[in-house]
């Protein structure tokens, strides 16, 4: 079984400081590993998965196996940026396709 | 395309009643996921289908739920009786089969539900 935990539900950082929202997951296989962002009261959207090792928004995460984690972070943070940010883990291969969502964190960023 | 379609976004019922939520996915994809968000446990998979078929509704909480699939365009989940502890964001998801590597859900925008 797969498992995704996000140790904070809150996080608050000031405009332009740095900030890092940690993932750490548990599985035996290879994982995919995702971010989804929600803005508020609105739909969740998939913000960046670690495949593509891409950036969206000055955000990155980079898969650490060796950690098993999974961390989002961003070196200036905005007050756009506030959100609610999700980590979501899917067996990489295998007929379970669905995601395990961590339980979030709210994140705050204050002017 | 207009992405996930979960038509109403607020629904308000009385405790007791039996309530139907309403999902339309995106065309040519494989797989349907509802989710239930709360504050307290955050999002939950309550049950997926592949192809309109029900994999895995291991998380549905309670006989009280229910869910189809009738055809690729359209499903649906039902709480009936409901109960004030229902109340939630439930959201809808798709995903397509193939080139699911590194490809996430499309969400819809959640239909929030008050059972009173």
């Known amino acids: 079984a797969q498992r995704v935990t996000q140790p904070e539900k809150l996080l608050s950082v000031f405009k332009g400081a740095p900030v890092e929202l940690k993932c750490n997951y548990s599985y035996s296989g290879s994982p995919e590993l995702f971010w989804y962002v929600q803005y508020s009261r609105q739909r969740l959207q998939l913000l960046l998965r670690?495949?593509s090792r891409e950036s969206i928004k000055g955000f990155t995460a980079d898969l650490n196996k060796g950690e098993t984690s999974f961390h989002l972070k961003k070196p200036f943070a905005q007050e756009e940026d506030s959100a609610m940010y999700y980590c979501a883990l899917r067996p990489f291969s295998g007929s379970a396709r669905q995601l395990t969502f961590g339980s979030g964190t709210q994140l705050t960023v204050l002017p | 395309d207009a992405g996930v379609i979960q038509s109403t976004r607020h629904e308000v019922t009385e405790m007791g009643q039996e309530v139907t939520l309403r999902c339309k996915p995106i065309s040519g994809h494989d797989y349907l996921f509802w989710y239930r968000q709360t504050m307290m446990r955050g999002l939950e998979l309550l049950i997926y289908f592949n192809n309109n078929v029900p994999i895995d509704d291991s998380g549905m909480p309670e006989d009280r739920f229910s869910a189809k699939m009738p055809n690729a365009s359209f499903s649906t989940l039902k709480i009936q009786p409901s109960e004030p502890r229902d109340s939630a964001v439930y959201f809808c998801?798709?995903?397509?089969?193939?080139?699911?590597?590194?490809?996430?859900?499309?969400f819809g925008s959640g239909t929030r539900l008050t059972v009173v």
């Open positions: 670690h495949i």
């Open positions: 998801a798709s995903s397509p089969r193939t080139g699911g590597i590194g490809y996430g859900y499309t």
